[in-house]
């Protein structure tokens, strides 16, 4: 038996579970994982839950593939791009199959949208215990996508009027064959009003731990919505029965009924400070502050900031023009005297939803939009 291949048996026989300490860790280092760079925090090894940095997140509006956030369910799949192909099944007049090559003959868009993952703020939440990585602020970027929308895709198989849902299975797995694969699904509606099928991020071929050689980007929706590696749509009548659908991603609140809890799908409005960092030695006088915030497809109409414990509310500039599900950069300055100073940032969406300053708590530790307070030194 070669290396690999008795390395993946070890995965397979592990009684543990799907967790990468299951695994030892030279077997993990076989398998293709690696330390995060410098940008990123790792917040697990194998498979990699890399998070950005505040400070690396607050250089530039566009968050470049090497510091964009990384998270998967299972360890990256071995998908041979010249041999991979999208199968389009289901509810449909005519199913189809693509190439890579075939794809890139149909119409190209680009467009800048943010991703947040669902437990993006899980480690933050005010529980004895939250399920999950325990990510902080930086489980967000803000990227150019390109390829092609579903709707151009799902046109030429017509789905049938019965179609009520586009499903996306992912060509990852766990090591643990009784462990479901990874499939998600969406409304048809949103599949055909503005869904992206990519290929390209930041005007380079797709990373393979971003997804690559395809993946969905389902803009304004939690990241797990955007399911990498993806191999096949299908269109059906009814929503996803898969493990991950059915009983994961749900907003746990305790002590209600968990058969009852509702899906994680929109991004909640927030907003995030990049600059000052909490820790950071600053002069008195004015201050600069900059950050970005972000939404679901109510997007971002307005940043105030607070030095005060939020008793009063200064409005913040945009620094960009408005992207439909990107987020925008802000910035404004707060008057500092020497001490300590404490800064508030807070979003409000274009239906009027404002961002709170303690989100509640759910078992799942999905969707914290908890006001961030960023603590600074000022000095004379």
């Known amino acids: 038996m070669r290396r690999r291949e008795f390395i993946a048996a070890l995965a397979r026989s592990s009684a543990v579970g799907i967790a990468s300490a299951a695994i030892p860790a030279w077997a993990q280092r076989a398998l293709g994982a690696t330390a995060a760079p410098a940008d990123l925090i790792e917040r697990n090894d194998w498979p990699e839950h890399w998070e950005t940095t505040l400070e690396a997140l607050g250089r530039s509006w566009i968050t470049p593939n090497d510091r964009f956030f990384v998270r998967s369910h299972f360890p990256v799949p071995d998908l041979d791009p010249s041999a991979w192909r999208l199968e389009v099944s289901g509810l449909v007049a005519s199913p189809l199959t693509f190439s890579l090559a075939e794809l890139a003959t149909m119409p190209q868009v680009q467009t800048v949208h943010a991703l947040e993952c669902a437990g993006n703020g899980r480690g933050l939440f005010h529980l004895p215990s939250t399920s999950g990585t325990q990510w902080e602020y930086g489980a967000v970027g803000n990227a150019r996508w390109g390829g092609i929308t579903l709707a151009s895709?799902?046109?030429?198989?017509?789905?049938?009027?019965?179609?009520?849902?586009?499903?996306?299975?992912?060509?990852?797995?766990?090591?643990?064959?009784?462990?479901?694969?990874?499939?998600?699904?969406?409304?048809?509606?949103?599949?055909?009003?503005?869904?992206?099928?990519?290929?390209?991020?930041?005007?380079?071929?797709?990373?393979?731990?971003?997804?690559?050689?395809?993946?969905?980007?389902?803009?304004?929706?939690?990241?797990?919505?955007?399911?990498?590696?993806?191999?096949?749509?299908?269109?059906?009548?009814?929503?996803?029965?898969?493990?991950?659908?059915?009983?994961?991603?749900?907003?746990?609140?305790?002590?209600?009924?968990?058969?009852?809890?509702?899906?994680?799908?929109?991004?909640?409005?927030?907003?995030?400070?990049?600059?000052?960092?909490?820790?950071?030695?600053?002069?008195?006088?004015?201050?600069?502050?900059?950050?970005?915030?972000?939404?679901?497809p109510a997007g971002v109409r307005l940043v105030e900031v607070s030095t005060d414990s939020g008793r009063s509310w200064q409005p913040a500039g945009f620094t960009e023009e408005n992207q439909p599900m990107a987020w925008r950069g802000w910035a404004t300055q707060v008057d500092a005297t020497p001490g300590d100073l404490t800064i508030l940032a807070r979003a409000t969406d274009g239906d009027g939803v404002v961002q709170p300053e303690s989100a509640r708590p759910n078992g799942g530790g999905y969707g914290n939009n908890s006001i961030q307070r960023v603590m600074v030194r000022v000095g004379v």
């Open 153 to 296: 895709l799902l046109e030429r198989a017509q789905p049938r009027p019965e179609a009520r849902h586009v499903w996306f299975e992912a060509g990852d797995q766990a090591p643990l064959p009784t462990v479901p694969r990874f499939l998600r699904s969406i409304p048809l509606e949103k599949g055909m009003k503005d869904t992206l099928l990519a290929t390209t991020m930041n005007d380079q071929p797709l990373p393979v731990r971003h997804g690559a050689p395809l993946r969905a980007i389902v803009p304004g929706w939690f990241g797990m919505a955007s399911t990498k590696w993806v191999t096949r749509v299908r269109v059906e009548a009814m929503p996803s029965d898969n493990h991950f659908f059915v009983r994961g991603y749900r907003y746990n609140y305790p002590g209600e009924d968990p058969a009852r809890a509702a899906p994680v799908e929109e991004m909640r409005v927030k907003s995030l400070i990049t600059r000052p960092l909490s820790g950071a030695r600053v002069a008195k006088g004015k201050v600069p502050v900059r950050g970005f915030a972000w939404a679901g």
